[in-house]
């Protein structure tokens, strides 16, 4: 199993810190530094446009593999996804990952006037979406005519490196999410899950590979996780707090409530010993990678007690 980090560009990251963190997750050598494609969440805060932050990270790093968890479809036409994905997979060497999602923050759309459409329209959407961006990834000309996107006869140059950038498909829906996986995807991203919700969700995509008759086996499984951990009692307790506190509605609640509240929906909370026993049980069901959430930007202690008493120890899983 290997250990990346995850990073909400909307919660107040500059582009001083964001060099950092790149910087950082080389010299640790995190196999993957992903980040979030949101405009605002709750308060608002300095939040870096995610495509251009992908250009940072083509151009100062030489090893991560990169790229959003998740676009939104609603965001951003497919042409202009795939347009820019092209050209930045180009430019890192073939390093960039291409997640997509059908959007689900329904107040930052209404906010910046967005227009979010009903679920069924998403998903159609980013159906229809995923392959306006392969045919753009196509060798041209190339044409694509849905009910809502079409391409006539495009040859987009540049082209990705290696016929595409693998495309990521976040989310666990059982009936879209998931078959959406199961034919287009080269990985599949779902976030906290335990080992119970997470062994059904991956029967359910396998299930939907029978159908179409894939093999499960070659689609790539990675999970987003927020990470309440620490070597010690008091650092996990520290970091519970600095995490509880971020949000009113939970300051009133006991450390204790919190962690347990936090296991429950799929978190992993706990010293050493309890983080590796609950990343063993999720590799035991196939999981390969983790990207845990970098929740203190100014602060490089939660990324190197990653990299130095998580990373190795699971390497072997």
């Known amino acids: 199993m290997d250990i990346g980090l995850m990073v909400e560009g909307q919660n107040g ?12 997750a080389e010299e640790l050598k995190f196999p993957s530094v992903f980040r979030s494609d949101h405009y605002v969440i709750g308060t608002y805060k300095q939040s870096l446009e995610a495509y251009l932050s992908f250009v940072v990270a083509a151009k100062e790093t030489s090893t991560i593999r990169f790229g959003p968890l998740v676009t939104p479809l609603t965001f951003r036409s497919p042409v202009d996804i795939g347009r820019m994905a092209a050209q930045i997979d180009e430019l890192s060497g073939g390093r960039f990952v291409m997640g997509l999602g059908a959007g689900w923050h329904e107040p930052e759309h209404l906010a910046y006037g967005i227009r979010f459409p ?20 196509s060798e041209g000309p190339a044409s694509y005519k849905g009910k809502f ?34 034919k287009y995807a ?27 008759g894939r093999d499960p086996a070659t ?26 506190d971020s949000s009113p509605a939970n300051q009133s609640i006991s450390i204790e409530e919190f962690q347990a509240r936090s296991r429950e929906r799929g978190m992993i909370v706990g010293q050493t010993e309890e983080v590796l026993d609950r990343l063993g049980q999720l590799a035991e069901l196939g999981l390969e990678e983790v990207e845990f959430e970098h929740l203190n930007y100014d602060s490089d202690e939660g990324p190197r007690y990653l990299a130095s008493d998580i990373a190795p120890k699971v390497a072997a899983l």
């Open 149 to 182: 996107y079409e391409v006539d006869g495009v040859d987009c140059l540049p082209k990705p490196t290696s016929g595409g950038a693998p495309i990521l498909i976040g989310g666990a829906g059982e009936k879209r999410t998931l078959a959406l996986v199961a």
């Open 186 to 212: 080269s990985e599949w991203n779902c976030v906290n899950a335990t080992p119970e919700v997470y062994a059904h969700k991956k029967a359910v995509l396998e299930k939907h590979c029978e159908t179409i």
């Open 219 to 244: 689609i790539k499984r990675s999970m987003m996780v927020f990470g309440l951990m620490g070597p010690t009692k008091q650092v996990l307790d520290d970091v519970t707090r600095r995490f509880k």
């Open 13 to 24: 990251l500059t582009w001083e810190r964001w060099s950092h963190i790149l910087a950082l």
């Open 118 to 137: 009903p679920v069924r329209e998403r998903f159609d959407r980013l159906d229809e979406g995923i392959n306006v961006i392969q045919a753009l990834w």
